[in-house]
């Protein structure tokens, strides 16, 4: 008989042994040092989280500067050092106390509601977890008290006691994590290398510095700063100024502002155009009550508002700030605090899908300066002319030096072994049209007005202080796009009954899902109904797709709901389709087209939204300034 182990208890004992002789597990209170280290393996879990945890706590005790110095990628020294209100000796004891805070306070009733939270943190454990996995020294200073000290070691705390405090204000505190997981060595095996841990302490920070533009922040590794960023004023402009900072100058410069409210629900928050974007999603920012979080949907909502302005595989730029109720957002859902759970998550994602594409359709035509400086990038100015004795010797000729093509003979006895160059055919030469166009006053028209059509693809254009360089075939396509999509919107969509109904088989929750958005789907042209338990009947699909595969369109839809809890699959695929059609009727490259067909290009272009960029995420036009075009020709 082969014995068996209780995986409860450890013990080993025969599986057909009688359970008046098994024996019974015991049931043990675990020690606080162990209760706190499993703890910190929740809330601290590498370096950047004790960071995160301890300047939220500033933040929270409202400090304006906030300095932070990190050794070996904080695994050695974390310093936090801020001017907030500060505790006294006795406060300091009870910080460390599991599940002690200042930030929640019971009602009139006795009860603690935890769904109305307005601080940062609320948990109570992070102080303690720190310091039962390493050696933290708490300094601090209350406003009409004496500084004092708390030293704690894997959760054995000496003091308090007298201290000098050298914070940077009358009140503050400071904190010295020193040789985090010492307690718990097992740990360190799964940190990653230095610069991998000091890369995730700064991100932390410029999370936390986005969202508190009023507040100054530090950092310093190994002794190096790594960033300053000062104290930006109140309102719109100092939080994009912030914005810049961090995310860089091509973001303030190229970003639109959001504004928007809802039910109770309030979007601010920056968004770049779409021709600012990224290969990846590293540069989108989320906050929810001043919270940096992390959110499948949210990231989704992104995705959703730009999905016709951009290539699948680009990524847009955006810092946005949601803002509502405590009560109708749930922050207690991981120790991490970095995931939330809406009330009313449609709303908040209907807000944000509208918000951003009335802000991108305010830009208009606009494009991000980035595309002219990417083309003033490629454009190499020729090489200067050589200097040597060879060319010094030279003679001048007049007051001017006009160039010369060199005869045929120049080669003949050279020395050089070459043969002269064949005559150029000039058949095959750059096609460019310039046409008289009537004078037309430039500061009036952003675009400019056209003076002339290369290679009968591109366009080119006046302004009044520098020139436009529009790709014909990309502008008309957005053109035709953004008109199709208001046809739709003014006709609603047409269907097509299906002569035999399609049935797809489903999950029942699968078939829940969908049959729960029946009306919605029934608005772009999709009929379904059910088809007993676990099936779904499909009567009628948009006619705009003509033959389509409804069952394969279904399963996808019913991903998306369990997925996202909405579905984009239909839509995008409206407009995948619609921008092929587009495509296919637009102006094609090659084509010339003369100085009316020209400006009229331009002026709609002028008139219509997102005409900056084609439908997938190329610049429509490029703008040079005068003084750039000077540069190119050392003018300037």
Known sequence: ????????????????????????????????????????????????????????????????????????????????????????????????????????????????????????????????????????????????????????????????????????????????????????????????????????????????????????????????????????????????????????????????????????????????????????????????NGRPVKDRMLNGVIRAAYQDFLARDRHPMAALFVELDPEYVDVNVHPAKTEVRFRDAGNVRGLMIGALRHSLAAAGHRASTTVAGFALGRAKPEAPMPTGALFASRPATGAGYAYQPPRPETYEGSGFGETPPPPFDYSDAPTGRVEAVPEMPQGDFPLGVARAQLHETYIVAQTADGIVIVDQHAAHERLVYEDMKRQMAAGGVKRQALLIPDVVELTEDEASRVLERADELAELGLEIEAFGAGAVCVRATPALFGEMDAIGLIRDLADDFAEYDAGLALKERFEEVMGNMACRGSVRAGRRLNSDEMNALLRQMEATPHSGQCNHGRPTYVELKLADVERLFGRR
């Open 1 to 288: 008989m082969m014995p068996a182990r209780d995986k409860a208890c450890g013990l080993v004992y025969c599986s057909a042994m009688p359970d008046s002789v098994r024996p019974k597990p015991q049931i043990r209170r675990l020690p606080p040092d162990v209760v706190n280290r499993i703890a910190a393996g929740e809330v601290v879990e590498r370096p950047a989280a004790a960071v995160k945890e301890l300047v939220e706590n500033a933040l929270d005790a409202g400090a304006t500067r906030v300095s932070i110095a990190i050794e070996e990628g904080g695994l050695k020294r974390i310093t936090i050092e801020d001017d907030g209100c500060g505790m006294s000796a006795d406060d300091l004891l009870v910080a460390l106390e599991r599940h002690a805070t200042s930030k929640l306070a019971p009602g009139a009733d006795g009860h603690v509601d935890l769904l109305n939270i307005h601080t940062m943190g609320f948990r109570g454990e992070a102080l303690p977890s720190i310091g039962s996995v390493s050696r933290m020294t708490l300094t601090s200073r209350a406003a009409g008290e004496d500084a004092a000290d708390v030293f704690v070691e894997a959760g054995r705390i000496e003091g308090p006691r007298p201290a000098a405090f050298t914070g940077r204000g009358e009140t503050g505190t400071r904190i010295e994590v020193r040789d985090l997981f010492h307690a718990t060595p097992a740990r360190l095996k799964f940190m990653k290398g230095e610069r991998s841990e000091t890369m995730a302490v700064s991100d932390v920070v410029k999370r936390l510095a986005m969202a508190n533009p009023a507040v100054a922040f530090s950092l310093e590794s190994n002794g190096r700063s790594l960033f300053r960023h000062a104290a930006e004023a109140d309102g719109e402009a100092g939080q994009l100024a912030r914005l810049g900072a961090i995310m860089g100058r091509d973001f303030r410069d190229n970003a639109v502002a959001i504004d928007a409210e809802r039910e109770g629900v309030r979007l601010k928050g920056f968004a770049g155009l779409p021709t600012l974007n990224r290969g990846n999603a590293q540069m989108q920012f989320m906050f929810v």
